[in-house]
T-cell receptor, first 114, second 112 residues
Framework: NAGVTQTPKFRVLKTGQSMTLLCAQD?????MYWYRQDPGMGLRLIHY???????AKGEVPDGYNVSRLKKQNFLLGLESAAPSQTSVYFC?????????????FGDGTRLSIL | DAKTTQPPSMDCAEGRAANLPCNHS???????VYWYRQIHSQGPQYIIH?????ETNEMASLIITEDRKSSTLILPHATLRDTAVYYC?????????????WGAGTKLIIKP
């Protein structure tokens, strides 16, 4: 049972570079989420998806793009990385949003922008 | 803004019950309260959730007040491995959609 898998686990970028973070889930969940977590703070929602082919903005979407081409995958893109995007990024999935369905999280991607 | 209020930190002796409070005074009638924990920067781990009634599972118990404005997570026999940041979360309607809003949580330290 893999659950939610994030790749890569660590990455160092230079300012202005681009990259894509991949999230994969094997639980057939409809909802998927990307969060960022800065030191000493809770998680902040970047973007989320309510199903294949759909995406929506969360609390802090600026500087990020997402795609959900397949139900099991949710990609987070940084087109031009900035030092302010240095953070730990977590992906999550759930059967539904809220209600009686909790979110399941991956182990995170630690991203440093120099 | 977070929809919940939690103390920033708490201590508990190993083997004792850890009681973590949470205020959610603006919770709506059909909204669940969720509890997660995060151990040393790992991915958050789901613990328990509830609506109106008290809930118990293999990890913890959740006590929700009758007016639903606050709740308490109880770890009945805390161990050193329960040292973590505990998050109490409710759903909020933002930007035309429902989102789970995470606060800073309570850092629980279990002491030997």
């Amino acid at each position: 049972n893999a659950g939610v898998t994030q790749t890569p686990k660590f990455r160092v970028l230079k300012t202005g570079q681009s990259m894509t973070l991949l999230c994969a889930q094997d639980m057939n969940h409809e909802y998927m989420y990307w969060y960022r977590q800065d030191p000493g703070m809770g998680l902040r929602l970047i973007h989320y998806s309510v199903g294949e082919g759909t995406t929506a903005k969360g609390e802090v979407p600026d500087g990020y793009n997402v795609s959900r081409l397949k139900k099991q995958n949710f990609l987070l893109g940084l087109e031009s990385a900035a030092p302010s995007q240095t953070s730990v990024y977590f992906c999550a999935s759930s059967y539904s949003i809220g209600g009686s369905w909790p979110q399941h999280f991956g182990d995170g991607t630690r991203l440093s922008i120099l | 803004d977070a929809k919940t209020t939690q103390p920033p930190s708490m201590d508990c002796a190993e083997g004792r019950a850890a009681n973590l409070p949470c205020n959610h005074s603006t919770i709506s009638g059909n909204e669940y309260v969720y509890w997660y924990r995060q151990i040393h920067s790992q991915g958050p781990q789901y613990i328990i959730h509830g609506l109106k009634n008290n809930e118990t599972n293999e990890m913890a118990s959740l006590i929700i007040t009758e007016d639903r404005k606050s709740s308490t997570l109880i770890l009945p026999h805390a161990t050193l491995r329960d040292t973590a940041v505990y998050y109490c979360i409710v759903r909020a309607y933002m930007d035309s959609n429902y989102q789970l809003i995470w606060g800073a949580g309570t850092k629980l330290i279990i002491k030997p």
